[in-house]
């Protein structure tokens, strides 16, 4: 690249951005200048824009470490749209072409290489790096150094040898994790003690949070994906692999275009559908949490919990997938008593040492809070994080459908001496049965028609005191048995509500199913306006068309807010084309003239 190129001129005329995103500038500004830096940022955030326009100011190749080799293809290929030289260099190559671009790599003709940490850690990758000319090291997904989190890779550990073996050329780490923890095992361990750590938001402001109470969760699900989301891409992670199949194989039955994702199928079927997954519209993958890291899949629309997930960290990574492109997503996860049964028996049963086991303790009342919170959900998430929001957010459930509570200090008690006169030995089924005076087999042979409690609360249904018993368990009023039949016991929490001297207010579950109009969504990206509407699907062919031309998922041709701007502005000629959003001059040169031609038509359409 020429010396008179400025970082903004890059952002307009490679990328086709108008502006910087938050410190993105700031990033850029010092790696360009040759310093070291540590970048936390949401998914979504912008974090590439940080090394790769460092890397096409500066002078040599910047190498490009990523632990996923089967994403590179596609991140080169987004590059190459954008016209500018990359390459991946990886296991996946035959073996002759790989030397190819090794060759290339050393006579300088590349901007940026990606490369997998255990090739760049070879010494034959080493003695090349040595003889070529290198602008910066960039370290994506750099909490895979972290040995605590899902993600742990050992090849990581090794980069720390880079900081002397390359002492003169910048490295910049990146990473979505938000953790203090992480961020200080990365620090240490790649050695970047002393890099600038740039900390931003970690607010998703555009994705919307929602907890369901689950009653029949794939029934739930089903209208989930039918009336908020048709014809569009998400994940549904569940718990394990048995449930991936199952929902997957319910889906595919009832008519959606779903795939199954976890550890237990081959590596090529894995291979297959995530290819699927990015490259065809509106794909479900169905998953474990086994997928995930990495997608770079700018329009999931939306991420599905149908089993409660392991933390609240993970939460947040699993639905940051949801919405990278900044347009409106959702996280939707279906709650019910049996995660607060398997969380809290994972919690007695822990072998875990005292210290651990206080800190498993602390996030898992986390999570539950969370999922239990009366208030904006944002807010209590954020909060974890080390974040403030000042005002709830207005777009989650919460804010969007203020919860009602009632009073329920006397169901309470009705529960709790329920549980009490029953000899704490039952899980919440037979409970139930007792408080409404059910007769069944059971109750008959155990003698519990005869218990004060049988028949006391015929007042509310099955449906309600289930509510009451997981909002009594999450609180922890209850605890559940160890042994593994969920059977529950009082805790000493419940001395004061069973004397009355401690009133308790549960929240009432929204009837279900709701109704559209109630989170009041269309479509995403899609127009309401049926000649917008017209337009937008043309686009959406010629989209279609132009990537399977060469082979790329579609939206790396151009995504869902390129094409927002283009309905938006009708552009008839290349100077208002420009003004999109994403259509940079590669773009221009590439699709200018298939657009106009497209939009043109339509306006002719529209007129005559
Ligand atoms: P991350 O790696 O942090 O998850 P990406 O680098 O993939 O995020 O960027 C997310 C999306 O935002 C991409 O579609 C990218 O093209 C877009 N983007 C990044 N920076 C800007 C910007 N300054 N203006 C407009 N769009 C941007
Ligand atoms: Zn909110």
Same mark, same amino acid.
């Given at each position: 690249?020429?010396?008179?190129?400025?970082?903004?001129?890059?952002?307009?005329?490679?990328?086709?951005?108008?502006?910087?995103?938050?410190?993105?500038?700031?990033?850029?500004?010092?790696?360009?200048?040759?310093?070291?830096?540590?970048?936390?940022?949401?998914?979504?955030?912008?974090?590439?824009?940080?090394?790769?326009?460092?890397a096409l100011l500066r002078q040599g190749t910047a190498i490009v470490v990523s632990p996923l080799i089967a994403l590179m293809q596609d991140q080169v290929d987004g590059l190459r749209q954008l016209g500018v030289k990359a390459a991946f260099i990886n296991s996946s190559l035959p073996w002759e072409t790989a030397r190819q671009y090794e060759d290339a790599l050393v006579r300088g003709e590349y901007d940026l290489v990606y490369v997998a940490p255990e090739r760049l850690c070879s010494e034959g990758?080493?003695?090349?790096?040595?003889?070529?000319?290198?602008?910066?090291?960039?370290?994506?997904?750099?909490?895979?150094?972290?040995?605590?989190?899902?993600?742990?890779?050992?090849?990581?550990?090794?980069?720390?040898?880079?900081?002397?073996?390359?002492?003169?050329?910048?490295?910049?780490?990146?990473?979505?994790?938000?953790?203090?923890?992480?961020?200080?095992?990365?620090?240490?361990?790649?050695?970047?003690?002393?890099?600038?750590?740039?900390?931003?938001?970690?607010?998703?402001?555009?994705?919307?949070?929602?907890?369901?109470?689950k009653i029949n969760a794939r029934r739930q699900l089903l209208r989930f994906l039918r009336e908020e989301h048709p014809e569009e891409s998400g994940i549904v992670y569940c718990l394990s692999r048995r449930r991936v199949e199952e929902t997957a194989g319910f889906l595919v039955r009832e008519g959606l275009l779903a795939l199954p994702y976890h550890a237990g199928l081959?590596?090529?079927?894995?291979?297959?559908?995530?290819?699927?997954?990015?490259?065809?519209?509106?794909?479900?993958?169905?998953?474990?949490?086994?997928?995930?890291?990495?997608?770079?899949?700018?329009?999931?629309?939306?991420?599905?919990?149908?089993?409660?997930?392991?933390?609240?960290e993970a939460y947040y990574q699993e639905t940051g997938r949801a919405g990278r492109d900044g347009l409106p997503a959702e996280a939707w996860m279906a709650y019910g008593l049996g995660d607060v049964v398997g969380i809290r028996q994972l919690l007695a049963q822990s072998q875990a040492d005292e210290r651990i086991k206080r800190?498993?303790?602390?996030?898992? *009342?986390?999570? &539950?809070?969370?999922?239990? +919170?009366?208030?904006? =959900?944002? @807010? %209590?998430?954020?909060?974890?994080?080390?974040?403030?929001?000042?005002?709830?957010?207005?777009?989650?459930?919460?804010?969007?459908?203020?919860?009602?509570?009632?009073?329920?200090?006397?169901?309470?008690?009705?529960?709790?001496?329920?549980?009490?006169?029953?000899?704490?030995?039952?899980?919440?089924?037979?409970?139930?049965?007792?408080?409404?005076?059910?007769?069944n087999p059971r109750i008959e042979s155990l003698g519990h028609r005869h218990l004060s409690t049988f028949g006391i609360g015929d007042h509310l249904d099955e449906r309600q005191w289930k509510s009451v018993f997981r909002q009594l368990t999450a609180a922890g009023f209850l605890q559940v048995d160890v042994?593994?039949?969920?059977?529950?016991?009082?805790?000493?929490?419940?001395?004061?509500?069973?004397?009355?001297?401690?009133?308790?207010?549960?929240?009432? *579950?929204?009837? &279900?199913?709701?109704?559209? +109009?109630?989170?009041? =969504?269309? @479509? %995403?990206?899609?127009?309401?306006?049926?000649?917008?509407?017209?337009?937008?699907?043309?686009?959406?062919?010629?989209?279609?068309?132009?990537?399977?031309?060469?082979?790329?998922?579609?939206?790396?041709?151009?995504?869902?807010?390129?094409?927002?701007g283009i309905v938006e502005r009708c552009p008839t000629d290349e100077w208002a084309l420009m003004e999109v959003t994403g259509i940079g001059e590669a773009k221009l040169a590439r699709y200018g003239r298939a657009i106009l031609v497209v939009v043109r038509e339509h306006l002719e359409g529209v007129a005559s």
């Open positions: 690249m020429s010396d008179k190129v400025t970082t903004a001129s890059l952002l307009q005329s490679v990328f086709g951005y108008r502006e910087f995103r938050g410190r993105q500038r700031e990033i850029i500004d010092h790696v360009s200048a040759g310093g070291d830096a540590l970048v936390l940022m949401p998914t979504g955030g912008g974090k590439s824009l940080c090394y790769q326009i460092p990758f080493l003695s090349l790096l040595d003889q070529a000319q290198l602008s910066l090291f960039a370290i994506d997904e750099a909490h895979c150094v972290s040995q605590w989190g899902h993600d742990f890779r050992p090849e990581y550990l090794r980069l720390a040898m880079l900081a002397e073996r390359f002492a003169e050329v910048p490295r910049i780490a990146l990473t979505a994790t938000a953790d203090a923890t992480t961020r200080n095992e990365i620090l240490d361990r790649l050695q970047l003690r002393r890099a600038k750590v740039f900390i931003s938001s970690f607010d998703r402001p555009n994705i919307r949070y929602r907890i369901v109470p081959t590596t090529e079927v894995r291979a297959e559908h995530q290819q699927r997954f990015l490259r065809e519209e509106g794909v479900i993958m169905v998953a474990t949490v086994a997928f995930g890291m990495g997608i770079d899949k700018p329009d999931v629309r939306f991420v599905v919990h149908l089993d409660i997930p392991k933390s609240l800190i498993e303790h602390h996030k898992l *009342e986390a999570l &539950l809070g969370y999922c239990e +919170t009366t208030g904006c =959900r944002r @807010q %209590v998430l954020l909060r974890y994080f080390g974040e403030t929001l000042e005002q709830p957010c207005g777009n989650c459930d919460n804010c969007l459908d203020p919860v009602e509570t009632w009073e329920g200090s006397q169901e309470a008690q009705m529960a709790l001496s329920c549980v009490y006169r029953t000899g704490q030995r039952f899980g919440v089924g037979h409970l139930v049965d007792v408080l409404r005076g059910k007769s042994e593994g039949y969920g059977s529950l016991r009082l805790t000493e929490k419940c001395r004061p509500v069973l004397r009355g001297e401690e009133k308790i207010r549960f929240r009432k *579950e929204l009837p &279900l199913p709701r109704n559209k +109009t109630e989170t009041g =969504r269309t @479509q %995403v990206g899609v127009p309401a306006d049926p000649q917008a509407q017209a337009l937008w699907e043309a686009l959406r062919i010629l989209r279609r068309r132009l990537a399977e031309e060469q082979n790329v998922p579609p939206y790396i041709v151009f995504n869902d807010v390129t094409l927002a």
